[in-house]
C-alpha cells in the first residue's frame, strides 16, 4: 500500500497508479511470473499463438461469460478497438450513429475524442470523427429521443472516472435495456477504471443487470505492464476479419502473465471480496465526514473501492495538503477527490486516510 521517495520516507497510496496497481506493490506471484516469461520469450508477435495469451484469455473468457478476448496495450486502445468493431458491424446493418455520454473519457485517440466533450481533451484536434452524438449522462429522455434504427452503439462508462465518479443510474439502466430490445443497437462498456473487482463485482455492469455486447478493460490487467482487452459477445465474433485490425505489442506475453496473477487474485483469494467489504465501510466513513462537514463537502459516490468526495471548492489544494501528509490521491473535474487504491486496502488504511481528511479540510478552510 506505501510508496516510497528517495529520502525513504512512506506514502500511503489512494491513488493505485491511478487505478492500475491492484495488487499494491512488489507483490510477490507477480514479480515471480514475470521473471519466469522474460526468461522464456519477452516477444515473439502475434503470428504465433502463446501460451500466456491464451491462458488470460480463456480465464476471462471463463470469469465473464463473452466469447472473445482482443488483447492490446491500453485502454485507449481497447476503447479505439470497440469503435472500429461497433462501426464495422454497424456498416454491414445499416448503422452509422454512435451514442455516448458527456463528461466521459475514453482515452486520447481521435476516436475517443470524438466521443467526448471535455475542451480541454479536445481543443485544437478538430475535425473529429463524424456520426457521434452526445448525451447528459443518466438522461434517459434524450437517450430515447436519440435513438434510432441509425443507431449502431451506445458508448459508455458505467462509473465515470474522470468526470468525477459519476455512478450509472438504475433508470438510465433500465431504459438502456429496452431501448436495446426495440432497435438492436450495441452497448459498449468502458470498464478500464472501473473492472476487474474495483466496484465489488468483476464488472461494474453486473450491478445494474446491465449486459455489454463489447467491454473494454485495461488499467489493472497487466499487473503495471501495458495490457488492455476487449471483450466480445458471441454474435460479434466474426465481424472483424484477418487484417482489419491488428497490433504488433498487444497482448505481450509478460504482461499476459502476470495478468494471469491478477486474475487470481482478484477472484479467487479474495480481492474482490474485499472491495466490496472495505469499499462498503469506506463509503461510510466517507459520508460520516460529509455529515460532519456539509459546507465543505456536496456529495460522496461511487461503489467498492472506486469513490469521489465531491467539494465546495477546488480540491487541489486538499490533495496538495494529503501529499504534505504522506497520502496519495488525487482530483478529477475540478471539485471531486477520487481514490482508488489497491485492493489490498485494509480498515485502517481507510481511517488513516480519513483522520487526515478530517484535518486537511478542516485546515484548507481557514485559509480559503
Same mark, same amino acid.
Given at each position: 500500500?506505501?510508496?516510497?521517495?528517495?529520502?525513504?520516507?512512506?506514502?500511503?497510496? &489512494?491513488?493505485?497508479?491511478?487505478?492500475?496497481?491492484?495488487?499494491?506493490? +512488489?507483490?510477490?506471484?507477480?514479480?515471480?511470473?514475470?521473471? #519466469?516469461?522474460? *526468461?522464456?520469450?519477452?516477444? !515473439?508477435?502475434?503470428?504465433?499463438? #502463446?501460451?500466456?495469451?491464451?491462458?488470460?484469455?480463456?480465464?476471462?473468457?471463463?470469469?465473464?461469460?463473452?466469447?472473445?478476448? &482482443?488483447?492490446?496495450?491500453?485502454?485507449?486502445?481497447?476503447?479505439?478497438?470497440?469503435?472500429?468493431?461497433?462501426? $464495422?458491424?454497424?456498416?454491414?446493418?445499416?448503422?452509422?450513429?454512435?451514442?455516448?455520454? #458527456?463528461?466521459?473519457?475514453?482515452?486520447?485517440?481521435?476516436?475517443?475524442?470524438?466521443?467526448?466533450?471535455?475542451?480541454?481533451?479536445?481543443?485544437?484536434? +478538430?475535425?473529429?470523427?463524424?456520426?457521434?452524438?452526445?448525451?447528459?449522462?443518466?438522461?434517459?429522455?434524450?437517450?430515447?429521443?436519440?435513438?434510432?434504427? $441509425?443507431?449502431?452503439?451506445?458508448?459508455? *462508462?458505467?462509473?465515470?472516472? *474522470?468526470? +468525477?465518479?459519476?455512478?450509472?443510474?438504475?433508470?438510465?439502466?433500465?431504459?438502456?435495456?429496452?431501448?436495446?430490445?426495440? &432497435?438492436?443497437?450495441?452497448?459498449?462498456?468502458?470498464?478500464?477504471?472501473? +473492472? !476487474?473487482?474495483?466496484?465489488?463485482?468483476?464488472?461494474?455492469?453486473?450491478?445494474?443487470?446491465? $449486459?455489454?455486447?463489447?467491454?473494454? =478493460?485495461?488499467?489493472?490487467?497487466?499487473?503495471?505492464?501495458?495490457?488492455?482487452?476487449?471483450?466480445?459477445?458471441?454474435?460479434?465474433?466474426?465481424?472483424?476479419?484477418?487484417?482489419?485490425?491488428?497490433?504488433? &505489442?498487444?497482448?505481450?506475453?509478460?504482461?499476459?502473465?502476470?495478468?494471469?496473477?491478477?486474475?487470481?487474485?482478484?477472484?479467487?483469494?479474495?480481492?474482490?471480496?474485499?472491495?466490496?467489504?472495505?469499499?462498503?465501510?469506506?463509503?461510510?466513513?466517507?459520508?460520516? =465526514?460529509?455529515?460532519?462537514?456539509?459546507?465543505?463537502?456536496?456529495?460522496?459516490?461511487?461503489?467498492? =473501492?472506486?469513490?469521489?468526495?465531491?467539494?465546495?471548492?477546488?480540491?487541489?489544494?486538499?490533495?496538495?495538503?494529503?501529499?504534505?501528509?504522506?497520502?496519495?490521491?488525487?482530483?478529477?473535474?475540478?471539485?471531486?477527490?477520487?481514490?482508488?487504491?489497491?485492493? !489490498?486496502?485494509?480498515?485502517?488504511?481507510?481511517?488513516?486516510?480519513?483522520?487526515?481528511?478530517?484535518?486537511?479540510?478542516?485546515?484548507?478552510?481557514?485559509?480559503?
Amino acid at each position: 500500500m506505501y510508496l516510497f521517495d528517495k529520502d525513504g520516507n512512506a506514502y500511503l497510496d &489512494f491513488l493505485g497508479g491511478v487505478a492500475v496497481n491492484a495488487l499494491g506493490y +512488489g507483490h510477490e506471484g507477480v514479480i515471480t511470473a514475470i521473471r #519466469q516469461q522474460v *526468461e522464456e520469450y519477452i516477444h !515473439i508477435s502475434n503470428y504465433f499463438l #502463446q501460451e500466456p495469451q491464451i491462458e488470460l484469455a480463456e480465464r476471462l473468457r471463463s470469469i465473464t461469460g463473452y466469447s472473445g478476448v &482482443f488483447f492490446c496495450n491500453s485502454g485507449a486502445e481497447a476503447c479505439e478497438g470497440a469503435l472500429k468493431l461497433a462501426r $464495422k458491424w454497424g456498416n454491414a446493418n445499416g448503422r452509422s450513429q454512435i451514442v455516448t455520454m #458527456q463528461e466521459s473519457f475514453h482515452g486520447r485517440t481521435m476516436g475517443a475524442l470524438s466521443m467526448m466533450t471535455n475542451a480541454d481533451y479536445r481543443e485544437g484536434f +478538430g475535425p473529429f470523427l463524424g456520426g457521434c452524438a452526445n448525451i447528459p449522462f443518466n438522461d434517459a429522455d434524450q437517450l430515447s429521443a436519440l435513438i434510432s434504427e $441509425k443507431t449502431a452503439a451506445v458508448f459508455l *462508462e458505467i462509473i465515470q472516472g *474522470e468526470g +468525477g465518479i459519476n455512478e450509472l443510474s438504475r433508470e438510465f439502466a433500465g431504459g438502456l435495456n429496452e431501448l436495446k430490445e426495440r &432497435f438492436g443497437f450495441l452497448i459498449i462498456a468502458d470498464e478500464v477504471q472501473s +473492472g !476487474i473487482g474495483r466496484t465489488g463485482k468483476f464488472l461494474a455492469a453486473d450491478h445494474y443487470d446491465l $449486459k455489454p455486447d463489447i467491454v473494454t =478493460l485495461a488499467k489493472p490487467l497487466g499487473g503495471g505492464l501495458p495490457l488492455g482487452a476487449i471483450l466480445v459477445s458471441e454474435q460479434l465474433m466474426d465481424v472483424l476479419k484477418p487484417g482489419n485490425h491488428g497490433t504488433t &505489442f498487444g497482448g505481450n506475453p509478460v504482461a499476459c502473465a502476470a495478468g494471469k496473477v491478477v486474475l487470481q487474485e482478484v477472484v479467487e483469494n479474495g480481492l474482490m471480496k474485499n472491495a466490496a467489504d472495505t469499499g462498503s465501510y469506506f463509503i461510510q466513513q466517507l459520508n460520516m =465526514l460529509q455529515s460532519e462537514m456539509p459546507d465543505a463537502i456536496k456529495q460522496v459516490r461511487g461503489k467498492g =473501492l472506486m469513490e469521489g468526495m465531491e467539494l465546495s471548492f477546488p480540491g487541489k489544494s486538499i490533495v496538495d495538503a494529503m501529499l504534505e501528509r504522506r497520502i496519495i490521491i488525487n482530483c478529477t473535474h475540478g471539485n471531486v477527490l477520487r481514490f482508488l487504491p489497491p485492493l !489490498i486496502v485494509e480498515k485502517s488504511h481507510i481511517d488513516h486516510l480519513c483522520k487526515s481528511l478530517r484535518e486537511a479540510i478542516s485546515g484548507g478552510k481557514l485559509s480559503r
